[in-house]
T-cell receptor, first 114, second 115 residues
């Protein structure tokens, strides 16, 4: 069985400051992990995905995430927030080997203040 | 190129009515997924098609929900005897072949409101 927990429902930062969105997962098998972003009235867009080739994954728009097996975490970070980063972010887990049926977290709303 | 499209963008219906939601995936994508996203929640898996067949329908909540993909491209999600609890955003996604780690491309969703 697989599950994902996003530890914060809302994160508020000032423009130009670092962003940290936290995600913990549970998986019986080797997991595949993803972060998606959802801007208002737009479709979900893939930010990055963990392929097991490297624990530090770089994505689009300056985001990156680090897979930590010992902590079962896959936190999303960005060194400097932009106003355009304000959106809903979803951490997603699926289990390798079977059909790709992902489980989404509840989402974290990122608020960026000028 | 064209992304995943969904129609209608909004649908308001009355309790007990029948509704159909349509998804046009990216051309050439064999895998198609339906999700339901309730307010304040992440998308919840409903059903996954590989070509014309439903490879996994374990997420359908009950037998009022049904989906088809007769020609392996466009898919229709059908909800019979709608209930107020069915109100949500219904998302469709497609991917090239449905393999693990493959990127899913999402449509903008259909917002369903059952009065």
């Amino acid at each position: 069985a697989q599950s994902v927990t996003q530890l914060d429902s809302h994160v508020s930062v000032s423009e130009g400051t670092p962003v940290l969105l936290r995600c913990n997962y549970s998986s019986s098998y080797s997991p595949s992990l993803f972060w998606y972003v959802q801007h208002p009235n737009k479709g979900l867009q893939l930010l990055l995905k963990y392929t097991s080739a490297a624990t530090l994954v770089k994505g689009i728009n300056g985001f990156e995430a680090e897979f930590k097996k010992s902590e079962t975490s896959f936190h999303l970070t960005k060194p400097s927030a932009h106003m355009s980063d304000a959106a809903e972010y979803f951490c997603v887990v699926s289990e390798k080997g079977g059909s790709y049926i992902p489980t989404f977290g509840r989402g974290t709303s990122l608020i960026v203040h000028p | 190129g064209a992304g995943v499209s969904q129609t209608p963008s909004n649908k308001v219906t009355e309790k007990g009515k029948y509704v159909e939601l349509r998804c046009d995936p990216i051309s050439g994508h064999t895998a198609l997924y339906w999700y339901r996203q309730s307010l304040g929640q992440g998308p919840e898996f409903l059903i996954y098609f590989q070509g014309t067949g439903a490879a996994d329908d374990s997420g359908l909540p009950n037998d009022r929900f049904f989906a088809v993909r007769p020609e392996g491209s466009v898919s229709t999600l059908k909800i019979q005897r709608t209930e107020r609890g069915d109100s949500a955003v219904y998302l469709c996604a497609s991917s090239l072949s449905g393999l693990d780690l493959e990127t899913q491309y999402f449509g903008p969703g259909t917002r369903l409101l059952v009065l």
